[in-house]
C-alpha cells in the first residue's frame, strides 16, 4: 500500500473515532476529545509559520485570547454562536495583521523575540482592561448560545454532545483548508522562504508580503481555536494570553513533528495524554512541559512523526523515486 | 508636576533603568558574541534575586557573601546551560537554539516554585545601605543610588574590560569572526563559555541587588526577559551602548509613567517599542535593519 | 544592439574598503559577457549592487532606460534581471520539479494561490519539466534537491535563475567546485540557453579556457574599478590585463 493510501485510510479512521466517540464514551472523554482539538487547530497555524514557513512565534496565545474574548463578548450580547466564532476570528485575524507588520520585517531572531514581546502586551492588555476583559476575573457566565445568525433560531447547542459536534466539523474543516494551503502555490512559496528567503526574492516574490500571510493566516487559527473555547468552558480568563499557552502549540508541534502536515493534529493528542497523566502526579506541569522541550531540541527534533515517518517507509512502498514523508 | 518632583521621579526611573541595565547588559553580551538570543536570561535574573534573598534573608549571611553566593550559583546555573546543552546546538539551525532556551524558561519557572513555593518574598535592606536622603526636596533612599552608582561601575567596568584588557580583545574577535578567531588560536569554547557565564552574572547581579526593593517572585523572569527585549529594540540587538541608552529610556520612562498614567504605564512601554520598529527598525545605535 | 544595463558611478565601501569604487558600464543585449578579475576586485559586490542585494553608496544603474537603483530586488525580477549564487542557494528539501515550479510560478504570478494544488497547476508544471529536460535533470524530477551530486546541484542552481525567463541574467560562478566535465556541461548550457532563449547573460568566471571560449565580451575588474573591457583578442592582448591579472594563466 502506498503512503498516501495508508494516510486516507488512518484518516478515514481516526474521523470516524472522532465522529461515534460520544455514542460510546463519557462526559470526560468527549471534553478531552475537544480540548484536543482545538489544540490541534492553534498548532496546524503554528505549524504553518513555524514548520513551513520557518518563523518561530512565542506569542500565538495573544491571538487565542483575542479570539476567544471576543467572542465571548459577543456571546455575552448576542445569542448567536455563528457570529462569535466569525467575530472571533476575524478580530484575531485583524490583530495578527498590524502585529505581523511590525514583526515580520524582521530576522528570524529578532521576530522571535517581538513574537514574546506582542504576546505578553495583549496579555497585560487582558489582565488590566477590567471594564473590557473582566480582569484578573476574567469574563464568566458565557452561555453556549445557539449555533444560528442572530435574529434566526438555530440549534440549541445545551448538550456538551452537540456542542462536540460543532467543534468537530470546524475542526475538520480547518484540517481540510490548512491541507490544500499547504499543497498549493502559496505552500511551496512559504516552504521556499523558509529554506532559501534570498533565492525566493530571486524569482520575483515579495517575501515580507508573504510571511506577513502566513502569519496573519496563524493568526487565524489561533483566533479560531481561542473562540471555541468559552462556549466550552463557560469562562475566560488571562491566562490564556500568556506566553506559557502559547507554549502549548510549540510543544504540540514539536512532539508531533515540525515537518509532517499531520504532526500539529499527532502533537496535540500526545500533549493531552501526556499532561494527563504528569497532572495526576504533581502540579508541576510547566517543569515536565520544558523538560521535554529539550529532549526533543537536543534529539528528536523530528518528534515523533519523524519516528512514526520511517516506521511507515518501511511499511509501505515509495512509488519510484518519490521523495517519502508526508507533505 | 513641579521641577522639583520632576527631577525627583527621574532619579527614581535612573535606579529602576540600572536593574535593567543590568538584566540587558548580559543579555546583549550574549548575543553578541554567541549569536544567542536567550530566553532565560530573565529567569537567571530572577534566580539570582533567589538566591541572593535566601542567603541573605534566611539564612543571616553578610549582604555582599549574599550578593557573591547568588552570583556564582547563577553562573554556574549559567555555565551548564551553555556547555551541557546550548552547545550541542551550534551548528543546527537557530530556531532550535531559541527553543532550548524557551524550555529553560518553562523548567526554571517551576523550579523555583517547586524549592521556594510560589508566595513572592520581599527581603530587608541591609542597614548599612538603609535609610534615605533628601534629594529635590523628599527623602530619596540611599539604596536607589547605591544601585545607581552598581549600574554606572558596570558600565565603566564593561567597557574597560571590552576595550583595554587582552581577554575583551579576544571576545571582540571572537564575536566579529569567530572562524576567524579559531584559526589565530582563540579557544572559542571557552570565549563562549566565559561570555556566557559572564553574561549569566550580569543578570544574577541585577537580580540579587534587586531584591530589597523588588518583589522576588515566579514569573518574575519572564516579566524582566519582556523588558530586557523590548530595551533590545530600542537600543538595537548585540549593541551595549544600546543597552545601556535603552534601559534608561524604558527605565526613566516608566517612572514617570507609573506616576503620570498609572494604567497605561505598561502600554506606554510597548508603544514605545512599536514606534521604534516603525521608525528606525534596527534600534538607535543597531547596525543593520 | 539595444542598450540593457547601464551603471553610472556605482561605489560601494566597507569602512575604509573601497569594495566598488566608482564603476560605469553599459550592457547591451544579446551579448555574452564575461566579468573576470582578481578575487576582492569587486565582481560579487557589483553584481549584489545591480541585483539589488545591496544598496549602493553612490551612482545609479538602469535596467532599459529604467531607473532600479533603489528598487527592491523582486521588482527587478520582474522588470528582467536574475542571478545566479557562487554560494550553492537553491531549495535543498523541495524536489527538482518543485525548485523550478517556484520560479515559473512566480513568473506567471501565481504563487500567491492558496486552494489549488500543485499538480493542477499544469502550464506551470509543463514549464518546470520542459525546463528540467533541458538542464538533462529529467530523470530526477521527484528527487528531493539535497540528494543531488554537486554538478547537477549547480546545473539546478542555474535553471532557477533562467526560469524566471530574464531579460538579463548574472551568472556568480556558475562552474565553481566542477571537475573539467562537469564544467564542461554547465558551460554547454550556458551557450544553448543563450541561444534557445532571449537572455543575455553576465557569466563571472575564473577558468580562462572557459571565458575566452564563451564570451563576445569581457569585463575586468581590479580594485573595484574596471579595468578594461572588450572582445576576448582585445582583452589577452592588453598589456594592463595581463599585467595584472591574466599573466601566470596565459603562460600555462
Redesign the interface.
Known sequence: MSATRLEAWLCGAAALALVLLPLVAGRYPIYLAMQILILAVFALGFNLL?GYT?L?S?GQAGFFAVGAYVCALILLRVPSLLLGLVGGVAAAGVTALVLGA??V??T???F???T???G??LY??AL?WRDVTGGDDGLVGIPRAPLGPPGIPGPSLATIERYYYVVLVVALVAVVVMR??V???????L??IR??E??????????RV?RL?AFTIAGVYAGLAGALLPALENTVTPPIAH??TS?DP?LAT?LGGIRAFWGPVLGAFLFFVIKDIIVRYTE????W??????VL??GF?GGVGAMLGTLLGRLTQPAS???EGPR | MTPDQLAYQGLVGLSLAMYLWLLSAGLTIIFGVLGVLNFAHGSLFMLGGYLAYTAYGLWGWPFWAAVALSLAGVGLVGLVMERGFLKRLYGVEEAYQLLLTFGFILILDDAVKIVWGGVFKIPPIPRFLDGAWPLFGRPFPVYNTFIIAVGVAVAAGLWLLFEKTWWGRMVRATASDREMAGAIGVRVPRVFAGVFVLGSMLAALGGALGTPVRVVAPGIGAAMIIQAFIITVIGGLGNLRGAFVGSLIVGVLSAYGTALFPVFELFLIYVIMAVVLLVRPQGLFGGHA | MPELLRVEGLAKHFGALRAVDGVDLVLPEGRRTALIGPNGAGKTTLINLVTGGLPPDAGRVFLRGAEITRLPVHRRVRLGLTRSFQIMNIFPRATTLENLLIPVLARLRRTHRPWAGLGTERAAVAEAEALLVELGLAGFRDLPAAALSHGDQRLLELGIAVASQPALCFLDEPSAGLNPIERGTVMELIRRLSESRRTTFVIVEHDMDVVFSLADWIVVMNRGRVLAEGPPAEIRAHPEVRETYLGEELEA
Open positions: 513555524f520557518g518561530l512565542f511590525l514583526s520585517r524582521h528570524r531572531i529578532y522571535s523575540m517581538l514574546l514581546a506582542f505578553m502586551m497585560s492588555i488590566r490544500r494551503l499543497r498549493s502555490p502559496l505552500g511551496l512559496t516552504q521556499g529554506d532559501s534570498s533565492r525566493v526574492a530571486f524569482t520575483g516574490v515579495p517575501v508573504y500571510a506566553w506559557s507554549a510549540v514539536l508541576y506541569w510547566l517543569i512541559l520544558g523538560a521535554i522541550v529539550v531540541v537536543l527534533r523515486g518519490r521523495a
